[in-house]
């Protein structure tokens, strides 16, 4: 149940009890998400709720959680060849057309110059909004990152309200911060219910299009340097994967809470398994050990070991935490994977 306070569950794992249905000051996304804690931990977002039971619960119902009894075992997969691959690639295509490029708004603070622009998209005579935040502490032409963002992002309404937090870090570190309203995000949502497969691979491609239509729009900017593009993902889990494999352009990556998807069959054209192996660019992978959707050694570790980034230009970072990493705590590894890859930036 979502309500003001994380629920207190019986069920343990790793020698903790799952924590439940988000807090009031928890991101969006918590509601659906389990986070696992200590017994003994206080916090104000912490909580509980009574219940009483008319007959005895089966042992099944409270016993211990096995995450990694659970879902596909990945690691007996193998990646399809290059032919096939090469079928998978193009489904993701898409034909180069004018921009039509139209500045809705400039808005100026102390840190960055905040740009809206929309251009047309890559397919169904849609347009394609593009933030760009401007460090005001830099000269152009600016190493740029591209964001693409959690779940929230799939549940507000209108991007006015997109948050700055994963980009402020970036900008104040002289870099210019590009946020892409995807298809199925803010006012770009698709239809409310489950999805199903090809509606999910339609999606995805609509998203590699879009960055790509971003990509197009940034090479026509004399102050962003194409050279020094980071493509930088929250969450989403293997669809980041697939965006940075597709997008030849882009000179490193972030990949914050993504891992290989386990929980059910996935169709092959949109498996991350199929996508790591060609990604060779400098990457980084964040991750947080209680991450339930992306068990450590079922999903996060067989999509590291995939990655075909030479051994020595990938990391995997995980942290002691459940699903959501805090801003500052991913700041704190982010800000020096650019400096290590990227040129250093001009004040």
């Known amino acids: 149940?979502?309500?003001?306070?994380?629920?207190?569950?019986?069920?343990?794992?790793?020698?903790?009890?799952?924590?439940?249905?988000?807090?009031?000051?928890?991101?969006?996304?918590?509601?659906?998400?389990?986070?696992?804690?200590?017994?003994?931990?206080?916090?104000?977002?912490?909580?509980?709720?009574?219940?009483?039971?008319?007959?005895?619960?089966?042992?099944?119902?409270?016993?211990?959680?096995?995450?990694?009894?659970?879902?596909?075992?990945?690691?007996?997969?193998?990646?399809?060849?290059?032919?096939?691959?090469?079928?998978?690639?193009?489904?993701?295509?898409?034909?180069?057309?004018?921009?039509?490029?139209?500045?809705?708004?400039?808005?100026?603070?102390?840190?960055?110059?905040?740009?809206?622009?929309?251009?047309?998209?890559?397919?169904?005579?849609?347009?394609?909004?593009?933030?760009?935040?401007?460090?005001?502490n830099a000269a152009p032409p600016y190493q740029t990152v591209i964001f693409f963002p959690p779940g929230d992002a799939s549940i507000a309404r209108s991007s006015r309200e997109l948050s700055l937090a994963w980009g402020e870090p970036i900008v104040r570190s002289g870099r210019a911060f590009v946020y892409p309203i995807y298809k199925g995000t803010y006012e770009r949502q698709t239809a409310a219910g489950t999805m199903g497969a090809n509606e999910v691979r339609e999606l995805r491609i609509a998203w590699s299009r879009d960055l790509g239509r971003c990509i197009d729009y940034l090479e026509t900017r004399s102050d962003i340097d194409r050279t020094q593009l980071t493509f930088y993902a929250v969450g989403q889990g293997a669809a980041a994967v697939l965006l940075t494999a597709l997008e030849p352009r882009l000179k490193l990556s972030v990949l914050q809470g993504s891992g290989i998807w386990i929980w059910s069959d996935v169709a092959p054209e949109i498996d991350a398994i199929n996508y790591a192996p060609r990604i060779r660019i400098p990457t980084l992978m964040l991750n947080a050990r209680h991450d339930f959707k992306n068990p450590v050694e079922t999903a996060q570790r067989p999509l590291f070991d995939l990655l075909g980034t030479p051994p020595e230009q990938k990391k995997h970072t995980v942290l002691e935490i459940g699903h959501g990493v805090p801003v500052e705590v991913g700041a704190r590894e982010i800000l020096p994977w650019l400096d290590r890859y990227l040129s250093s930036v001009v004040h």
């Open 1 to 136: 149940m979502a309500g003001n306070v994380r629920e207190w569950g019986w069920n343990e794992m790793n020698g903790g009890r799952f924590l439940l249905g988000g807090a009031w000051n928890d991101a969006m996304r918590m509601f659906s998400n389990s986070d696992v804690k200590g017994a003994f931990e206080r916090a104000p977002g912490y909580g509980f709720r009574l219940a009483k039971y008319s007959r005895p619960l089966r042992p099944a119902v409270t016993a211990a959680v096995r995450l990694e009894q659970l879902g596909r075992d990945v690691r007996k997969q193998k990646p399809v060849s290059d032919d096939v691959f090469e079928v998978y690639r193009r489904l993701y295509a898409y034909d180069r057309s004018a921009l039509n490029v139209e500045v809705e708004q400039t808005s100026h603070t102390d840190a960055w110059q905040k740009q809206s622009v929309t251009l047309d998209a890559a397919y169904g005579g849609e347009r394609l909004r593009v933030y760009l935040f401007l460090p005001e």
